[in-house]
């Protein structure tokens, strides 16, 4: 699979989960209605189709089921199906009743290109309020063979131990359980799931009563997070008899705890629901979380009892990208009250973290830089909050400006704003006659008149600020509240040492740029802030990203440098460093799902983004800006977050610490990282 702009070539595969329509003892009908589903998957490109429980004889045929008419036909109708699906490129997951050694059991059956590649009995029979499936079919554990012949076919492996291995599809291993198998406390899944297993299929008949379907996306969730797998599920819908239940045909598509895709629900008409599966994803989780191997070796005896049945799937060529839906800021929801609460969380988090270390230390002042700009006001907003909960004076916050050679009006006036609003103690120093001083002791070019505007000449003012604000913090027996964001963090766009690098404590560490602006808009609501105060985080907010340490031309309504020119887009830059730092994922695949995420204004969600302000990247652009963060994180910046400060760590994979989540050595290189960017191409 060598096409960039193929789902299949960076370890997703597409599945289906069918609700055909079904008449009651008439196979043949089902079979047919079951042809048309699977042919529509696999021209979807589904590489896996799951069906409904005994989907083609139907479910609620009670002791019909023991009639040899209806055994008889069934065959045959599964013998038609299996020659008119032979040259589909799809596996499918179909229920029927099963004769093996006298014995009726309740089956799936895996067919693949005109194949049974196996079948699998159900294991746990209801047998209680409106079930009797005991009355007609036995559990799997009676069963006496491992293999049966049917269909025409001989041979077919027989039991709840298969385990179905695709082999060219890297990480994708099918394992079954059939509808009440996952009621149970322990089901068979999870023993499946830790011999190997990545995706569970249940086909399902599931009758409906009121509440039923918030039970099951309740089982699905949780059992695929536990299982760190993908859960297909499919509910039987119109058709089966209503004699005394009903049906509602509820398909669901679930990827460790996610719901990705589901169908509607009491649709007379068939239904197929699709999603992609992010098997690296499943890959990665399972190898980072240590006690999901420690589980399967506690159990090996369970799980070491598994058979694997392998099989190869013809995958497509050709451009297919995805329907699956990647937010453009996997640190901010889309949706309001899931970002609403992401705020309050990230915020409270930074405001306890500080509390502790202030209760801790029992220094009772906080000393702070404040330039204007996104992150030193939100330290600065919850340094204020801190002071709140403990009771103490907001004059105990001493904030900074430290206007240097490129500070421009608007943003020293803006912290100026921030500072008298916020009621903190407030003080400006120039820094310009001590860097001025500094940089002849160095005999610095610029001295001379040369516009040397080197990293030096950058430097030497962010040192002067934090050296300056150490030493008042020794003057006033303060903490060095840090401000310096996640995404600088991973950039290494920080200053190292006697810079903005360093800090007694650092609430900002595990927050990210695109999480920080939204952070500050929601604090910017007239419920939690007076209308002063809004105004100018408003304003603050609609201020270029700037350190402000090369002059440029003159305009002060807005910084002369802009961030994001050297080191590129936040909003890009941030998606790079969830989904290498969270995943562990290859260069290549991060730029495939930001071309699907970025690559097209019009798709997708944009929380509270004004229209001039949604941007669109092409491939080119995700490439180069992705080259640019490789090369920064892996090569030249691990040495700085070796030594950072303490921080709280706010989200899940979201610390950069050596101390939380990410621990790499200061002098290794970015090759394997910049080689497998050769991967993307230039143009779309």
């Not at 479910?59 to 199906?81: C, H, K, M, P, V």
């Not at 079919?137 to 179905?164: H, K, M, W």
Request: with cysteine; net charge negative.
């Amino acid at each position: 699979m060598n096409n960039f702009f193929n789902l299949y070539r960076h370890g997703f595969i597409r599945v289906a989960v069918a609700i055909p329509q079904v008449r009651v003892a008439d196979p043949a009908f089902n079979v047919t209605h079951t042809l048309a589903l699977a042919q529509q998957a696999a021209a979807q490109k589904a590489v896996l189709t799951l069906f409904p429980e005994l989907g083609i004889s139907a479910y609620s045929n009670e002791d019909l089921f023991q009639q040899q008419a209806l055994l008889e036909i069934t065959e045959l109708e599964i013998g038609r199906l299996l020659r008119e699906t032979s040259d589909l490129d799809t596996i499918l997951v179909i229920g029927a009743p099963l004769v093996v050694d006298s014995f009726l059991y309740n089956c799936a059956l895996i067919l693949h290109r005109g194949h049974i590649l196996g079948i699998v009995p159900k294991t746990y029979l209801p047998n209680y309020r409106e079930f009797y499936e005991a009355r007609q079919f036995r559990p799997a554990q009676t069963a006496n063979s491992n293999c049966v012949d049917y269909g025409g076919q001989r041979e077919i492996p027989f039991g709840t131990d298969i385990l179905f291995k695709i082999k060219n599809i890297e990480h994708f291993t099918l394992a079954i359980e059939i509808c009440e198998d996952l009621w149970v406390p322990i089901p068979p899944s999870s023993f499946a799931a830790l011999a190997g297993a990545t995706v569970i299929a249940n086909p399902s008949a599931s009758n409906i009563t009121v509440g039923k379907a918030d039970y099951r996306q309740a089982l699905l969730s949780n059992q695929s997070a536990r299982c760190l797998a993908a859960y297909l599920y499919s509910a039987a819908g119109m058709g089966e008899s209503t004699t005394d239940m009903a049906w509602d045909g509820q398909a669901l598509i679930y990827e460790n705890g996610q719901l990705l895709s589901e169908s509607t629900r009491f649709d007379l008409n068939p239904s197929l629901t699709l999603a992609e599966l992010d098997l690296d994803r499943l890959s990665q989780e399972r190898m980072r979380q240590n006690t999901f191997a420690e589980n399967a070796r506690s159990l090996r005896r369970e799980t070491s009892r598994f058979r694997t049945i392998e099989c190869e799937v013809r995958l497509p060529e050709d451009n297919l990208l995805l329907t699956r839906h990647y937010g453009r800021f996997p640190y901010v929801p889309a949706n309001e009250q899931d970002r609403d609460k992401r705020c309050y969380e990230t915020y409270n988090i930074q405001v306890h973290g500080l509390v502790k270390r202030l209760q801790f230390t029992g220094i009772k002042n906080i000393i702070i830089g404040i330039s204007g700009g996104l992150d030193s006001t939100q330290a600065l907003m919850v340094a204020v909050k801190a002071m709140d909960l403990l009771g103490w004076p907001r004059k105990n916050i001493r904030a900074y400006t430290m206007p240097g050679f490129a500070t421009s009006k608007r943003t020293k006036d803006n912290a100026w704003r921030l500072i008298r609003t916020l009621g903190v103690y407030g003080e400006e120093l120039d820094i310009r006659p001590s860097s001025q001083r500094m940089l002849e002791d160095i005999g610095h070019p610029v001295t001379s008149g040369v516009n040397t505007y080197d990293i030096t000449y950058e430097n030497v003012q962010a040192g002067q600020r934090t050296s300056i604000l150490f030493r008042l913090a020794n003057l006033h027996k303060g903490l060095v509240l840090g401000t310096g964001d996640l995404s600088e963090l991973a950039l290494g766009w920080l200053t190292y040492g006697v810079g903005d690098h360093m800090s007694h404590y650092n609430v900002n560490a595990s927050v990210p740029k695109t999480l920080i602006q939204y952070l500050l808009r929601w604090q910017a609501e007239l419920v939690r802030v007076d209308e002063a105060t809004r105004d100018v985080l408003l304003d603050i907010l609609n201020t270029e990203i700037s350190p402000e340490l090369v002059p440029g031309d003159k305009n002060d309504n807005q910084p002369a440098q802009r961030t994001e020119n050297f080191i590129g887009p936040y909003e890009l830059q941030d998606f790079n460093i969830y989904y290498i730092t969270r995943y562990g994922y290859r260069p290549s695949k991060v730029a495939f799902l930001a071309y699907n995420t970025w690559g097209n204004k019009e798709v997708g969600t944009w929380p509270d983004i004004p229209e001039d302000k949604r941007h669109q990247y092409s491939i080119g652009e995700i490439k180069h800006w992705l080259r640019i963060f490789t090369k920064r994180f892996f090569s030249t910046s691990q040495f700085k977050r070796s030594a950072m400060p303490n921080g709280p760590k706010v989200g899940s994979g979201g610390s950069l610490s050596p101390r939380g989540d990410w621990r790499a050595p200061s002098d290794s290189e970015a090759t394997p990282w910049l080689t497998e960017l050769n991967h993307i191409p230039d143009t779309d």
